[in-house]
């Protein structure tokens, strides 16, 4: 039985010790580590496999690919389902559809090591550093300018979720003043660990020196960050998304960048990962990372322990 994982960045799957799980059952694990963005080349990759396993959103199996692969017959996706499985295709063709659960923890952790590296620009002054220029975080003396801490400034947290409430409690921690933002499910939830609410959108991106998305992408949230709410920023401000890219207006960021409000960003998440990165890679008011949310150990073990249970049941029927 042939199982294969798409888009192991780094080719760790197979050295994980969740891939035990597939031992003894006569599984052929089959692991790709270059991603595959033409659907064709992606079904000659993928003929003759009979269960393939997602790593989150990272491709995108679409009806075609399905209808192209007969033998298939089962996917699993780690985390959570999203929107990158034509499930009615799945239906149609007999496939079983299988995904697993979230943890907050790495993504809420590399969230605030966003904000601490891009408000202390440690980055640009390790790279000077690297090339032996001390104290320095521009080529250009005349560019240069300091990091600032974060005690005593206003964090802001758009939805208090497993994610964004974790957030908020290391800027509390900090010696932040927190004040969040979303549905009702969040004023109860930040209210009782003792952080304010602000119901009004345009007051919240206005006093907030730093800001972090932590919205959950749905057709309600879609392009829900617009340029007016982004220019409404302090000055010197930072904006950090680590949700999905597709929660700001396209375009819209960059804009807003040009302007000097905000005057940064982290950003984790892309359009059209990997290639829609270029976009902002080497901005000299971005900090980008490729999607490494959930990319560590501890989550790729627990993501793959359920994957592949889920695989070595279907396996052993």
Not at 42 to 59: F, K, M, Q, Y
Not at 117 to 145: F, K, T
């Amino acid at each position: 039985m042939r199982v294969t994982v798409l888009d192991d960045y780094q080719g760790i799957v197979s050295e994980l010790d969740a891939a035990r799980m597939l031992d003894g059952v006569g599984a052929e694990l089959n692991v790709l580590t270059t991603h595959i963005d033409d659907e064709a080349a992606l079904i000659d990759a993928l003929r003759g496999t009979h269960c393939l396993v997602l790593i989150r959103e990272r491709s995108s199996i679409t009806a075609a690919v399905i209808a192209a692969l007969p033998d298939l017959k089962l996917i699993v996706q780690t985390g959570r389902l999203s929107g990158c499985i034509d499930l009615d295709a799945c239906k149609q063709h007999g496939i079983v559809v299988r995904d697993g659960t979230g943890n907050p923890i790495a993504p809420a952790e590399l969230t605030w090591a966003l904000v601490l590296a891009a408000s202390r620009r440690v980055v640009p002054y390790a790279v000077r550093l690297d090339a032996g220029v001390w104290q320095r975080s521009e080529d250009r003396i005349e560019n240069e300018q300091l990091g600032r801490s974060l005690h005593g400034r206003t964090l802001g947290v758009w939805a208090h979720g497993k994610i964004g409430s974790r957030v908020a409690a290391f800027g509390k921690a900090f010696g932040m003043k927190v004040v969040v933002h979303g549905r009702e499910g969040s004023r109860a939830s930040a209210e009782q660990a003792g952080h304010t609410f602000m119901a009004d959108r345009r007051a919240f991106f206005a006093c907030a020196d730093v800001l972090s998305l932590q919205l959950r992408l749905n057709d309600d949230t879609r392009h829900i960050v617009t340029l007016e709410d982004l220019i409404a920023m302090p000055g010197g401000s930072l904006l950090v998304n680590t949700s999905r890219a597709e929660l700001i207006a396209p375009g819209v960021l960059l804009t807003a960048l040009a302007t000097g409000r905000p005057a940064q960003a982290a950003l984790d998440v892309f359009e059209d990962e990997p290639s829609g990165a270029s976009l902002y890679a080497g901005h000299p008011q971005v900090l980008a990372t490729p999607h490494l949310g959930f990319v560590e150990r501890d989550t790729y073990e627990s993501y793959f322990g359920e994957a592949f249970v889920h695989v070595r049941r279907f396996i052993q029927g």
